[in-house]
């Protein structure tokens, strides 16, 4: 449902901030404290669960598309160009319908994706076509205004736009929290001057380094995992009940964990509130992979004596 967008009178300055935006997602999302083993002293660990969002459009991106979408519809788009990482969430895709063009992952780093949506929006546009083009992870200036909604102390794990959002809005309501980044694919000097760029897009007035910390954990690449890192994930979810996803959050709070282990005093009698940015279905990429960790399961033993109740249970 597309309704009237009112920013907080703090963001009400900046440019371009959107005047529609859809709802798509499940919001607000709840904010719950995190028994995380092993703590620093007096350090509390709470999680935003934006993996609760939606069952589809989990997440952080779910928050740029309500607005993204809505710019689409007010521009007259009658199609949507993007690109992104293929994981299981491809099912989900062709399960609704999207159109999907294939690349390899040399051709992506050769011709990057800037070109390749390029590309494909000439293409259509020669068709008669309309499209829209959101950038991949839906990083410009408007998925950024989403993250106005935040008024939290985070710790989220980011490759640009979320980042940039939190913590402009985050100095900008007063709320003054440092957003920690943990970036999970280019160098943290990237980065820094990426979101710098992104929060001139808007006009923040602010200077990145100044509210935002970059750590990498990126690990062995981007959408690889240590076995380190899955086992952390398998053991939050046994101790916590919190499914990290191995790609985003997972490396996050592995990374932000291995630092509170590193640097206790850093964290010591801090209250740090850790966004889980959802992407649960990256899990299944790599099923087999993660088999080996899992719970194991076995086939039940039953002696052919015991008689069989009619009435109950499925004849298969
Ligand atoms: C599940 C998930 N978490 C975090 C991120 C990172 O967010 P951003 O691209 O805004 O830095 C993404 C981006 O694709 C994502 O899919």
Not at 58 to 80: H, M, P, T, W
Not at 163 to 184: D, E, I, N, T
Not at 293 to 307: D, G, Q, T, V, Y
């Amino acid at each position: 449902m597309k309704k009237p967008y009112e920013p907080p009178s703090w963001a009400s300055h900046h440019y371009p901030i959107p005047s529609h935006t859809f709802s798509l997602g499940h919001f607000p999302t709840p904010i719950h404290k995190w028994n995380l083993p092993t703590l620093p002293k007096k350090t509390e660990v709470w999680v935003k669960r934006d993996d609760l969002s939606g069952m589809q459009l989990s997440g952080n991106e779910v928050r740029k598309l309500e607005f993204l979408l809505a710019d689409a519809v007010a521009q007259g788009a009658d199609c949507i160009v993007t690109i992104g990482v293929l994981q299981r969430n491809l099912i989900v895709d062709r399960l609704v319908g999207a159109h999907i063009d294939l690349v390899s992952k040399e051709e992506y780093a050769n011709v990057g994706s800037e070109v390749l949506t390029k590309l494909l929006k000439e293409k259509l546009l020669n068709e008669g076509r309309k499209p829209y083009v959101i950038p991949e992870g839906g990083s410009n200036s408007i998925g950024t205004c989403s993250q106005f909604k935040f008024n939290d102390i985070v710790v989220a794990c980011s490759s640009g736009g979320t980042v940039a959002g939190l913590s402009v809005a985050s100095r900008l309501s007063g709320l003054k929290a440092k957003v920690h980044a943990f970036s999970v694919c280019d160098h943290p000097d990237y980065f820094y001057e990426h979101i710098q760029g992104l929060h001139d897009g808007i006009n923040a007035g602010v200077s990145s380094c100044d509210i935002v910390n970059i750590e990498n954990a990126r690990g062995l690449r981007y959408a690889m995992n240590t076995i380190d890192e899955l086992t952390f994930v398998k053991q939050v979810a046994e101790i916590t009940g919190v499914i990290l996803d191995r790609v985003y959050s997972g490396k996050a709070a592995y990374g932000v964990m291995k630092d509170m282990r590193e640097n206790p005093r850093k964290w010591e009698g801090r209250k740090v509130l850790f966004i889980h940015t959802g992407g649960l279905l990256g899990v299944y990429d790599k099923a087999e992979k993660i088999a080996s960790f899992l719970a194991k399961w076995r086939k039940m033993e039953i002696h052919e004596s015991i008689p069989r109740q009619q009435g109950i249970g499925k004849m298969v």
